[in-house]
């Protein structure tokens, strides 16, 4: 299952950018979701766990806190905006939309290594959950909103005047 916010009325803003072409209208709603969700994105790499050894154990000689491989180095972004394949073909069912269009972005782990936060985050029969990924995510989603229409509103009016 995953965390996700559905934002109602934007009739306007899809025609706004509709009126700025497919592609350049794609590029500001991508840019714009990448804005706003960098501060969750920073948050997140600041809450991921990092192995600890004991005492009487040194880390391997290439161990690298947020390195490749590692929970906090898994920690990134995708966004994309999807036509008519099967994500934007999920997100008409998951929303009961009739749009074929879907713009999608991930924030957690996402990177080498993702495997590893899943069960971090929601645990195992041997290791209770320690969420790190969706606490963030749900003190700032209503901020992530914010931004995103800021960041719109800017980059649109950027791209008209143009």
Do not use: C
């Amino acid at each position: 299952m995953s965390d996700s916010v559905k934002i109602e009325g934007l009739a306007e803003l899809e025609k706004k950018l509709q009126e700025l072409g497919a592609e350049t209208g794609a590029k500001v709603l991508r840019g714009s979701m990448m804005t706003a969700t960098k501060p969750l994105m920073d948050e997140i790499k600041i809450l991921a766990p990092v192995r600890s050894f004991a005492d009487d154990m040194d880390p391997p000689e290439n161990y690298s806190e947020g390195g490749k491989g590692t929970i906090k180095g898994s920690i990134g972004r995708q966004g994309g905006i999807y036509k008519g394949d099967k994500t934007a073909k999920k997100f008409q069912e998951t929303f009961a939309s009739n749009k074929d269009t879907a713009a999608v972005v991930r924030v957690g782990a996402v990177k080498k290594g993702a495997w590893k936060a899943h069960f971090q985050e929601h645990g195992t029969d041997k290791h209770p959950p320690q969420p790190f990924i969706r606490p963030p995510f749900y003190r700032q989603w209503r901020d992530i909103v914010a931004r995103m229409k800021k960041s719109l509103a800017k980059r649109i009016e950027r791209v008209a005047s143009k």
